[in-house]
């Protein structure tokens, strides 16, 4: 597929996946999930990417939503399709077997909060800001809005950003839990790209386990989930990165990770 409005590139192992509607601050249309649901499977399929950045193209914005002009005169029905193709998109991100990063780099709004809460973890700029402010044109958030956000920063904060539409700073979304460290706007993405680098050296196999132990223990019983965590962990010794692990430990060396 060839892309519009986003940009692909991949680099030691990280595919970074950027939205590029600068004029429309980024603003994600069909034509735009379409794309990102492209890319998201290329970074399933392909081995040889190991992390995945999400971010957005200017110094002004993440993503402000989803396309405003695009909804205003949709139907239901349409509503419905494009909701849909969303968060068939975020999920895919979400349950992705590869660590997924956010880089938020000004306003992510709306949807562009949305698809940074399916991302496994989120940095933001000191200039980034967060909100749900659908409720302000008559909507309420449609990707994910109520339920991720709700998990992420609890039932009370979610209410306040999600039904009154307030907006919050970085520094507020780092102390509420919603970002997981924030940076000088000139240092976010090579942070954010050192940081991914990391991940995508160390032992995949179980970065995959981690990953699928935490999204799908989380709504289990404690006894079902860990149950899960037990097995999770148990696949882990059938990979050359544990014994290796292990065994550069005894040896008190640094491992040589495969990714398997
Ligand atoms: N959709 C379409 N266009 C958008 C947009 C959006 N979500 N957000 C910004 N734009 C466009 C503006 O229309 C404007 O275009 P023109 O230059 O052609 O007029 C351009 O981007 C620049 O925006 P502003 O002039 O408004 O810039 P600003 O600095 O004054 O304000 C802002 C920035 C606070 C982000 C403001 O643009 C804004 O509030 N945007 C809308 C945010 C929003 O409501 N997002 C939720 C969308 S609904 C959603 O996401 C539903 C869902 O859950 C699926």
């Known amino acids: 597929m060839e892309y519009k409005n986003i940009l692909f590139d991949v680099e030691d192992g990280v595919a970074t996946i950027t939205f590029n509607r600068p004029k ?104 980034a800001r967060f909100g749900q402010p659908e409720i302000m ?15 992420i920063i609890g039932m009370g904060r979610a209410k306040e950003l999600v039904m009154a539409g307030v907006q919050i700073d970085a520094q507020r979304a780092y102390d509420i839990g919603l970002v997981n460290r924030v940076y000088p706007a000139d240092q976010l993405m090579e942070e954010t790209k050192k940081f991914a680098k990391k991940l995508a050296g160390m032992p995949g196999f179980a970065i995959k386990m981690a990953k699928h132990s935490i999204n799908f223990g989380y709504d289990l019983s404690l006894d079902s989930a860990n149950r899960l965590e037990t097995e999770c962990c148990a696949q882990c010794f059938s990979t050359d990165d544990q014994k290796e692990g292990m065994k550069a430990f005894i040896e008190k060396r640094k491992p040589n990770f495969v990714g398997y």
């Open 24 to 127: 429309a601050l980024n603003a994600m249309n069909a034509e735009t999930v379409a794309e990102i649901f492209d890319a998201a499977t290329r970074c399933k399929e392909d081995d040889s990417i190991k992390a995945i950045i999400l971010t957005g193209s200017g110094d002004k914005a993440f993503v402000a939503g989803a396309d405003i002009s695009e909804m205003q005169d949709m139907r239901p029905s349409e509503a419905l399709a494009f909701m849909e193709k969303g968060h068939e998109t975020w999920r895919l991100i979400e349950t992705m077997p590869k660590p997924s990063i956010a880089a938020i780099n000004g306003f992510a709004l709306g949807g562009g909060t949305e698809i940074s809460l399916a991302c496994d973890m989120r940095f933001a700029s000191e200039n």
């Open 137 to 151: 044109i008559g909507l309420i958030p449609g990707w994910g809005g109520t339920q991720r956000l709700t998990r």
